[in-house]
């Protein structure tokens, strides 16, 4: 049994389940503090991580269950792992009496990168940053072979967002373990210019460009990136879009309605497929990236992951 996961499964058994939904019963000890983290069951050979990241609701658990739900229906049970970090914010901390150890996030700026106001300031990347630098240890893992980051609705933003800007780790490389990342009906996309498929008032919307709508002002955790080094590292990098083809509400109660995203489409599906236009118009050489739609599922995380096309997604090798 892989250490840490050992002590991952000790925690989890006496943690107390409550929540936003539920606080994740799992402890993951970062230099900067815990982090809350449900866990799947581990197979003895682990050849196949999936790091699920839940949406604004910050339900972790819900989203675990589904991912292994997907495992299990894609016949993958052997040989994957299912890793839920949480991203809670201030107001769950009191609220369920949570120690002060536990990071935690001013509001939704989890989703972008932002960084967290305790115990220690760490980005919500550099958090998914230690999960990946973890299951690619050698020591640790001997068997990884690939990494999948799935993320579906706030998520999704955070997927695609950390994408654009993950550092580079040189032990995925040098242990052959690939990275997908897999980008599930967000509300919007990070643009890497200032064109935008639908016509606005500029005047209206100054902030149409700006981080993470756009590449002005990236968080600190960009690290000094320039536009075009993002551009060029994030094409290279495989990006799946999975959208269903019934998230086509543009009233929908949880859909980003400022003129920023609006910019990018009326709806999530359209979103979607006018952002994958885009850089296929910018990079008409190619791109490591492709579009897969999923009929009769609307903006449904369990749907999603359930489906045949999800399980593609996942497990396609």
């Known amino acids: ?9 000790i925690l989890g058994s006496t943690a107390q389940a409550a929540g936003v939904d539920a606080i994740s019963p799992g402890r993951l000890q970062f230099k900067a503090g815990e982090m809350a983290v449900g866990i799947g069951p581990a197979p003895e050979k682990i050849e196949r991580v999936v ?12 989203y675990r269950k589904s991912a292994e739900s997907a495992v299990e229906l894609a016949g993958q049970t052997s040989h994957t792992l299912v890793i839920a970090p949480q991203f809670l914010n201030e107001s769950d901390v009191p609220l369920y009496s949570l120690p002060a150890t536990l990071l935690r996030w001013k509001g939704n700026e989890w989703m972008a990168g932002g960084l967290s106001t305790g115990p220690n300031p760490l980005s919500s990347f550099a958090a998914l940053d230690e999960i990946v630098a973890r299951v690619s240890d050698r020591k640790q893992f ?44 967000p509300s919007s996309y990070a643009y890497f210019n200032e064109q935008r498929p639908v016509a606005f008032d500029h005047a209206q919307c100054p902030g149409f460009n700006r981080w993470k709508y756009g590449l002005t002002d990236m968080p600190v955790y960009a690290g000094g990136q320039t536009p075009l080094q993002v551009e060029s590292a994030y094409v290279k990098r495989e990006v799946i879009y999975l959208l269903g083809q019934q998230d086509v509400d543009p009233e929908h109660p949880a859909l980003d309605k400022s003129c920023a995203a609006e910019a990018q489409g009326a709806y999530r599906l359209m979103r979607g497929k006018l952002y994958f236009g885009y850089l296929l118009r910018r990079h008409p050489e190619g791109i490591n990236q492709r579009l897969i739609e999923v009929p009769g599922v609307g903006h449904d995380g369990d749907g999603m992951l359930t489906s045949p096309e999800g399980q593609k997604a996942l497990f396609d090798q």
Do not use: C
């Open 51 to 62: 790091i699920v990241i839940h949406g604004r609701l910050r339900n972790a658990e819900t």
């Open 1 to 9: 049994m892989h250490k840490w996961l050992l002590a991952l499964l």
């Open 142 to 185: 001997a068997d990884v072979k690939q990494i999948v980051i799935f993320g579906h609705s706030g998520g999704a933003q955070v997927v695609q967002r950390y994408a654009l800007l993950a550092k580079e780790q040189p032990a995925l490389k040098a242990n052959g373990i690939r990275m997908r990342y897999v980008v599930a009906n």
